[in-house]
Each structure stands twice: as C-alpha cells, then as structure tokens.
C-alpha cells in the first residue's frame, strides 16, 4: 500500500562523488517494499514542484535506503540534507522484479546509477546469481555486492577498474548462460543486453526510467513503448505504475 | 460538516467547489489509494476521445520553476473503455463526476458527447483548448465563431449540462466565453495550459520531445485569476476557476473572483492531499470568518 509521509534521514553521506546513500527511517514502506520498486522524494523547495523517482537500494525492517547522483535542482538540495532532518516521501511505488524460484540461474546486469536496486534484488536471489556491473569509472557498491557473497564482474570505460570497456562487453566476454536476466541502466545498455538475452533466449527484466510527475500512474507523463504478445501494436505504459521493471522482450526499443 | 460549501453547476449540486483539473488525476483510482474521494466535490478525469489516443512521444513533462510542461497528448483509452471501467469505479464515491472530452474533428466531439448521452455521469467538460493536440484541441477554441459552432454541434449532442473549457492563449478571453455560452455552453472552466519551453542546455536540445508542452503550475495562478475575473463579468453561467491553485488561499481568491467551484491539477503532484487540504482550509477559512455560505464572499470582488 502506498504511503505518504515525512521520512527522517538515519543515514547520509557521499559515497563516491556527486553520489550519494540516504536511509531514511519508513516503516510503513519497509514493510511491504520489494525490490526494484521505487519512492517519490518532494524537493525541500516547494518552487520544484515534482518528487524525483529514485528505486530503492535497500529495504530493512524499519528502513529504506536510496542511492542518487545530483543530477539537478532537486538532487543538490537532497544532497545538503543532514541526518535527522526529515523529507516528504511516497511509496513504495511501481511493480518491482519478479523473483524466480531458488533454483534458477540468474545474471544481474548493472551500468552506472542503475546498480543500486539491484543491490536488493541480488540479495534476495542469493548465491546462484551473476553479477555484472558497469562503471565509466570508480566502482562504487561493488563492495555491497561482494559482501552478498555472489559472483561480482567489473567493467569500467575509464579501464581504472575490472574490464576496460562497458558491461555489455563483459556480457559478451562471460556469456554465462541463465534462466533468468534482471537489468538496469541506460536505455542503450538495456537494449542491447535484452538483445543478447533474446540470443540466448533467456527472459529478461528490464528497470526503465522516465520522466515523471505524478508517480502513482495518473498523469500519463512517465510513457514507455511496450508491445505485449499477441497484441497487434505497441502502446504507451505507465513507467512508475505498469513499470518500472518490464519483459526485455516486450519493449519497443526503437528510440 | 460542510454544510455552506455546496454549489451548484448547470443544475447540478456539488457538496463542496472543489473539483480536480483534467489530466492530472486520472479517474481518481491513483489518488484514491492516498486521499477520500468522497471528500470532493467533484471528480473531472482525464480527457476522452471516441477511440483510445496513443499520445505523444516522451519525455512529456519537465520541471520549470514554479511549474510544470506536459505534452502528454491526451492518451486514453477511449470512450467505450471509460465508460465500462471508469464510471462504475466512480460511482462507488459520493461525488460527482466531470467527464472531460476531446476530439481531433467536429465530428470527433459530437460522437463523443453522443457516447455519452446514455451514461451516468453529471456533466461534460468540452475539451477545445489542449495544446498539445495538432488538430481539434487549442485550434478549435481561439476563434470565437469557431468556437460557437463547435459548442452548438455538441449541444446537439449532449444530454449532459456542457462546460467549456477555454485556452488562455487568446487576446479577449471574454469574446471566447460569450461565444461558448451564445454557442450553448452551460458553464465555463479556465484556463487550460499556457504553452512553453524548455531547453537543455547540455544536451542543446528541448526537454519535452514535442518541443512545446502545456506549462501550468503556481506561475499561472495570477493569469488565471485575471482571466476568471474578467470572464465571471462577462457572462452569467458558471464558472470553474482553474490555473495554479495549490493552497486554500489560492482557492479563495478564484472564489472572490466570481468562480462558483474550483479545480486543482499541477497541485496534485506536488502534494497528493491538495485537494482535501483545500477543502479543509476553505472550512477553517469559513468558520473563523464567520461565513455560513460562499456565496456571502463569491464575486465579492467588483
């Protein structure tokens, strides 16, 4: 169920970067979040009128946990929060990952600020689980991933850090074979690794990013281009209620 | 309890005047996880057209200042859609329900009024100012002889009482609403969306994918109240004051203006809850002043 509420900030620091970790103490959300779902953070400033959607890297008992980049106005007032200060906040929203049964095989693909929600998602799959994840540069979160006691593959474009090159070029360098693909990221990587699943006939689940506004699937602004099976054309799904995790296959990829 | 809010459009009495702006909330399913919906006066949804509109590409909305731009496009389901899903949904709730519509041709609106006939709704708003449609939408509603015979084909039409909802974009708002009452119109909404920009400066490309959105938002408020002022004084239908409102306040002024309800839209995002807060803070408003009805502070403004 979805929550409104003023979340006060257990934890906040700068993990790398111009990217940052905030806990915020959400019971309520805690409660029923899964992975790959998301909340609305409100700017301080009441002058940027929309909440900024950002996934959740980690739900607790009594919190959630969310890593962002200042990208603009509203991430930079996020970012001059302190701990104990607290921010309105909705959620958890959207659909999250569908997690297979224990048996399956899965490879987690991750490139840039798409890591972070799949650092629950990778938790919860547990040790037959592949993780692949690309950087331009400093790899922040592997730590997290590696603690999880899972296979972790690094690529970074800088070549500072694993594999000189993109995660894709690690996909295509490991072709590990799976019953199931989880990926997020730049739409370009989430096309081309949802060709490389299609190769591999592997299902795959893709976390899409949108511009939003309302973030509870009313204002129609967060579209994505989504042809089901049998279906005779694509239309537009809502990013923050139909999404934000789709069927790979099922994506029109054609912008 | 809130006994001196009711007001009456078209023959038709909401409990309270606040309303929702089309667009911004759906049909109520979203917000009616957070908020009451049979706190509200009145529920108008999302524009409908006679079959489903697929919209514009994205991105569709970016954030200015103070405000917001769409180019959502209209995308719907269609009039059969709605009328199967949403007016069952709504009917559970003790409000009314605005059915907003929108069509690319003349006969587009007058077969979409005519879907309607037999449906249990209260009223219709006639969509002719979106500005983000190519044809039919804003083009349909900044010439007043335009406007007057789509108003009076849809007129034929509807058996519903007939909102007009108008586009600021226009030099004499009050030529537009007079021709929409000569044309028919039972009522009158304003404003509907000024059109803006936003440009990305690192990427040197527009933000919405169309260019050009609709921008609403508190920026608007003080066009939108001019506009509703002088339309209220100009015509004696009623009118739903929209444009900005995020507050009680802001809902108030709308209401000295002369408008008989009020919709709030762009609010909804920035606060789920502001529609009932309004609610509650026109009560609080009404009682330390001592007013038993709106009507002893509506128009009060000459």
């Known amino acids: 169920m979805n929550?409104?509420?003023?979340?006060?900030?257990?934890?906040?620091?700068?993990?790398?970067?111009?990217?940052?970790?905030?806990?915020?103490?959400a019971s309520e959300i805690a409660r029923t979040a899964e992975p790959g779902q998301f909340i609305q953070l409100y700017p301080p400033d009441k002058r940027n009128l929309l909440a900024r959607p950002i996934s959740l890297s980690a739900i607790s008992e009594k919190s959630v946990t969310i890593v962002y980049r200042i990208a603009g106005k509203g991430t930079k007032q996020f970012s001059q929060l302190q701990k104990n200060d607290r921010i309105r906040i909705m959620g958890p929203l959207g659909n999250g990952?569908?997690?297979?049964?224990?048996?399956?095989?899965?490879?987690?693909?991750?490139?840039?600020l798409g890591i972070p929600p799949l650092l629950e998602l990778s938790k919860r799959l547990g040790g037959n689980t592949e993780v692949l994840l690309g950087y331009q540069d400093i790899p922040f979160m592997a730590e997290d991933f590696h603690r999880l006691g899972i296979n972790v593959h690094i690529a970074s474009q800088s070549g500072n850090y694993g594999l000189h090159g993109t995660v894709c070029d690690l996909l295509e360098k490991f072709n590990p074979s799976a019953g199931q693909v989880f990926a997020c990221g730049p739409r370009q990587m989430l096309k081309s690794v949802s060709a490389w699943a299609k190769e591999h006939s592997i299902p795959i689940q893709v976390s899409m990013e949108e511009r939003m506004a309302c973030g509870i699937g009313a204002c129609l602004g967060c579209g994505v281009k989504i042809q089901k099976p049998g279906e005779p054309d694509w239309k537009y799904l809502r990013v923050c209620k139909d999404g934000p995790v789709f069927s790979g296959e099922e994506v029109v990829w054609d912008e | 309890?809130?006994?001196?809010?009711?007001?009456?459009?078209?023959?038709?009495?909401?409990?309270?005047?606040?309303?929702?702006?089309?667009?911004?909330?759906?049909?109520?399913?979203?917000?009616?996880?957070?908020?009451?919906?049979?706190?509200?006066?009145?529920?108008?949804?999302?524009?409908?057209?006679?079959?489903?509109?697929?919209?514009?590409?994205?991105?569709?909305?970016?954030?200015?200042?103070?405000?917001?731009?769409?180019?959502?496009?209209?995308?719907?389901?269609?009039?059969?859609?709605?009328?199967?899903?949403?007016?069952?949904?709504?009917?559970?709730?003790?409000?009314?329900?605005?059915?907003?519509?929108?069509?690319?041709t003349l006969a587009q609106y007058c077969s979409v009024a005519e879907k309607f006939a037999d449906c249990d709704i209260d009223l219709l708003e006639l969509n002719i100012s979106c500005p983000n449609v190519e044809e039919g939408g804003l083009s349909f509603g900044t010439d007043p002889h335009i406007v007057e015979r789509v108003v009076g084909a849809v007129r034929h039409y509807a058996k519903q009482p007939l909102i007009v909802k108008l586009s600021p974009e226009v030099s004499d708002i009050t030529e537009i609403a007079k021709a929409a009452v000569s044309g028919?119109?039972?009522?009158?909404?304003?404003?509907?969306?000024?059109?803006?920009?936003?440009?990305?400066?690192?990427?040197?490309?527009?933000?919405?994918a169309n260019k050009i959105g609709g921008y609403s938002g508190p920026g608007i408020m003080p066009v939108a109240l001019r506009m509703v002022y002088e339309v209220c004084h100009s015509v004696d239908v009623p009118v739903i004051g929209m444009g900005g409102i995020s507050t009680y306040e802001d809902a108030l002024e709308f209401i000295m203006a002369g408008a008989k309800a009020v919709a709030?839209?762009?609010?909804?995002?920035?606060?789920?809850?502001?529609?009932v807060e309004i609610i509650d803070g026109i009560w609080r408003y009404m009682k330390e002043n001592k007013i038993s009805s709106l009507e002893e502070i509506r128009g009060c403004i000459d």
């Not at chain 2, 000024?194 to 990305?200: A, C, T």
């Not at chain 2, 709030?264 to 529609?275: D, E, K, Q, R, S």
């Open chain 1, 3 to 25: 929550t409104y509420c003023l979340a006060t900030i257990v934890n906040h620091e700068e993990i790398t970067s111009g990217i940052w970790k905030m806990e915020l103490a």
């Open chain 1, 97 to 112: 990952f569908a997690l297979p049964d224990q048996a399956t095989k899965s490879i987690v693909v991750g490139g840039g």
């Open chain 2, 1 to 104: 309890m809130n006994s001196g809010m009711e007001t009456t459009i078209a023959g038709v009495t909401l409990k309270n005047p606040v309303t929702t702006a089309s667009g911004t909330f759906g049909s109520g399913r979203e917000y009616g996880e957070l908020i009451d919906l049979n706190r509200l006066g009145a529920i108008t949804v999302k524009g409908v057209s006679e079959e489903a509109w697929k919209g514009n590409p994205v991105p569709r909305v970016a954030e200015t200042q103070d405000g917001l731009l769409n180019s959502i496009g209209l995308q719907n389901a269609g009039a059969k859609h709605f009328i199967e899903n949403d007016i069952p949904f709504l009917r559970q709730y003790d409000t009314k329900i605005i059915v907003n519509i929108c069509g690319h």
């Open chain 2, 184 to 208: 028919g119109a039972d009522a009158i909404s304003l404003i509907n969306t000024l059109r803006g920009m936003k440009i990305d400066i690192h990427k040197r490309k527009p933000v919405l």
């Open chain 2, 264 to 275: 709030v839209g762009t609010a909804n995002f920035h606060n789920p809850y502001a529609t």
